[in-house]
């Protein structure tokens, strides 16, 4: 679990195929390697990872070809700036929202206007049930507020402080972005989906999350 408050940067050095997926080897700073420990688990552009292996300097984690079709990892271009979260720990402060790490779909921003700090997004318009104004979403891990919404759009409100501090300093339209959609809008959403299905919510009251 995360919270969608990004503190450290990393840049990916390398990306190699591996029999199911891919490697990637991320530079990144001390205090973020100290907690890179194997089999911690580092949020990568909000995508989920566990570390597999570790030195001084660099911090490696292995994708499954569900990952590399799922997000912008498999597409991003050697030398690019990502954000790094560890995860949270037990009486950490909650800064941002709850963030699971499992992204929900890939977007892309459509554009930005430094001068209001209004950027628009795109996205699968199968996240559009789970997406409301004043709600939370996670834009390649970064957790922010939704000001509007569409059918397959959204628009957050930056300021310059989140600019300058993330990869977002450099995001031109056009370029992609993993998107995860806030926890209480899926289950919001899965709630509505089987409204009217009495047999499945007779199922849930007998059995509870069974299946």
């Avoid at 990892?73 to 929202?97: S, Y």
């Avoid at 031109?172 to 806030?182: H, I, K, S």
């Avoid at 289950?187 to 849930?204: I, P, Q, T």
């Amino acid at each position: 679990m995360f919270t969608g408050l990004i503190r450290h940067l990393g840049t990916l050095e390398s990306r190699s195929s591996r029999s199911g997926g891919a490697r990637l080897r991320i530079a990144a700073q001390a205090d973020l390697l100290a907690r890179a420990e194997l089999g911690a688990s580092i949020a990568v552009n909000g995508a989920c990872l566990t570390s597999v292996a570790a030195d001084g300097r660099t911090w490696e984690a292995d994708l499954s070809e569900e990952t590399l079709a799922k997000t912008t990892l498999g597409q991003l271009p050697l030398g690019a700036i990502v954000h790094l979260e560890p995860a949270l720990r037990v009486g950490d402060p909650l800064d941002g929202h709850l963030v699971a790490g499992h992204v929900d779909g890939i977007g892309q921003l459509v554009s930005r206007s430094p001068g209001e700090g209004l950027w628009r997004f795109s996205m699968p318009p199968v996240l559009a049930p789970m997406t409301a104004p004043k709600g939370s979403v996670a834009v390649d891990g970064i957790s922010l507020t939704v000001v509007d919404c569409g059918a397959d759009w959204f628009t957050v409100a930056l300021i310059p402080e989140t600019v300058t501090r993330t990869a977002l300093q450099d995001m031109r339209p056009g370029d992609p972005v993993n998107l995860e959609a806030d926890p209480i809008g899926r289950f919001v959403a899965r709630a509505l989906a089987l409204r009217g299905s009495e047999e499945k919510l007779a199922a849930f009251a007998r059995q509870g999350w069974l299946g």
